[in-house]
T-cell receptor, first 112, second 113 residues
């Protein structure tokens, strides 16, 4: 069975450009989490959804960041406009209810 | 609010030696506790979890952890280190059945031949 799928795995872009990160949940999972990992701040929860509904977005840095779940199995995280300080590895994770979170391989974002 | 402190950002042991990675938590309600492992350029993988059942929890790859409420600790151990254990390890806490995980800063484990 496929795990959490993220695309792209690597993204290099220039400051000011729009960036869209994608995540496909494990089949049957109903909760989706977006995390950001940096050397300085470690792993931070950005936002999470239950049954397509955003539950807690208090970790979203600012209005330049937005996340959606257009359907039960797919999510996007958009940064517009991107800035060099957004450079990080972005992970999504999915789970069923309060069970273990399963992480994707991550997207390494570099903003020049 | 809950929090996690991992003592030692970098631990180095010899192959075959005991591995001990320390984690202390803070939570206002009974916690659920987790250890995840991250290999280079990969996502996080669950090693083990404590969810208010047995206080000694066994996980994958020979790791185990003991929940000690009096010490607010959940240290990770393995009796004999293997080269393949070299990775970064994260302790995380969530309050009871809540979904929001709070991670520690991570401990990088190096295994010397």
């Amino acid at each position: 069975d496929a795990g959490v799928i993220q695309s792209p795995r690597h993204e290099v872009t220039e400051m000011g450009q729009e960036v869209t990160l994608r995540c496909k949940l494990i089949s049957g999972h109903n909760s989706l989490f977006w995390y950001r990992q940096t050397m300085m701040r470690g792993l931070e929860l950005l936002i999470y959804f239950n049954n397509n509904v955003p539950i807690d977005d208090s970790g979203m840095p600012e209005d330049r960041f937005s996340a959606k779940m257009p359907n039960a199995s797919f999510s996007t995280l958009k940064i517009q406009p991107s800035e060099p300080r957004d450079s990080a590895v972005y992970f999504c994770a999915s789970t069923v209810s309060t069970d273990t979170q399963y992480f994707g391989p991550g997207t390494r974002l570099t903003v020049l | 609010a809950q929090s996690v402190t991992q003592l030692g950002s970098h631990v180095s042991v010899s192959e075959g030696a005991l591995v001990l990675l320390r984690c202390n938590y803070s939570s206002s309600v009974p916690p659920y506790l987790f250890w995840y492992v991250q290999y280079p350029n990969q996502g996080l993988q669950l090693l083990l979890k404590y969810t208010s059942a047995a206080t000694l929890v066994k996980g994958i790859n020979g790791f185990e952890a003991e929940f000690k409420k009096s010490e607010t600790s959940f240290h990770l151990t393995k009796p004999s280190a293997h080269m393949s254990d070299a990775a970064e390890y994260f302790c995380a806490v969530t309050e009871g059945g809540a979904q929001k995980l709070v991670f520690g800063q991570g401990t990088r484990l190096t295994i010397n031949p």
